[in-house]
């Protein structure tokens, strides 16, 4: 099976890929976005995207428009942040948007216990239970945005409205 090029303009630059089998992480983010609407927006490659810089040079399209999903916890609590790839997350600020003592970066081990997804290929929604999320306002300067799609070598496509109403998450400045 092959991953189709999209027809647009941030992914243009996706290069056809041989799947080598579909990862359950990765099915159930498909079937989430299906389920909302959103058909044929998974790409699959045949190496890992783990990171935003990787995942835009893949993909032919800005840094910025990569929504990374980070797992922090507040106050002990899981939190996702949905951060433009351009943008470093402001700890001490985002502590103060969601009410916390302390925000800190989640451990691999904390991030798995917390979306069911290694480090590298999380996405914004296919989790065992509800994260409270934040999404980065930037990500609303790109007509498209790419997520992780819950295994390192997916990815899929998105606008900011679609990742809010994916979410249930909070538009915030998080940088």
């Known amino acids: 099976m092959l991953v189709?090029?999209?027809?647009?303009?941030?992914?243009?630059?996706?290069?056809?890929?041989?799947?080598?089998?579909?990862?359950?992480?990765?099915?159930?983010?498909?079937?989430?976005?299906?389920?909302h609407g959103m058909h044929d927006r998974v790409r699959r490659f045949d190496?890992?995207?783990p990171t935003a810089a990787a995942a835009a040079e893949t993909l032919g399209c800005e840094v910025g428009a990569i929504a990374n999903s980070l797992i922090?916890?507040?106050?002990?609590?899981?939190?996702?942040v949905l951060a433009s790839g351009a943008h470093r997350v402001d700890r001490k600020r985002v502590a103060a948007l969601v009410g916390a003592a302390k925000?800190?970066?989640a451990t691999p081990e904390q991030v798995l216990a917390a979306t069911g997804q290694e480090v590298g290929g999380?996405?914004?929604?296919g989790?065992?239970?509800t994260v409270h999320t934040l999404v980065d306002v930037w990500l609303a300067k790109h007509d498209e945005?790419?997520?992780?799609?819950?295994?390192?070598?997916?990815?899929?496509?998105?606008?900011?409205?679609?990742?809010i109403a994916l979410t249930g998450g909070e538009p915030a400045e998080i940088a």
């Open 145 to 163: 945005i790419w997520a992780g799609a819950g295994e390192h070598a997916s990815m899929f496509r998105s606008t900011f409205d679609e990742l």
């Open 4 to 35: 189709a090029r999209p027809k647009c303009g941030c992914g243009g630059g996706v290069r056809a890929a041989t799947v080598r089998g579909m990862g359950a992480n990765t099915d159930r983010v498909e079937e989430i976005l299906r389920d």
């Open 127 to 129: 989790h065992p239970r």
């Open 72 to 80: 922090f916890t507040a106050d002990g609590e899981p939190l996702l």
């Open 103 to 105: 925000v800190r970066q």
């Open 122 to 125: 999380v996405a914004p929604v």
């Open 47 to 49: 190496e890992a995207v």
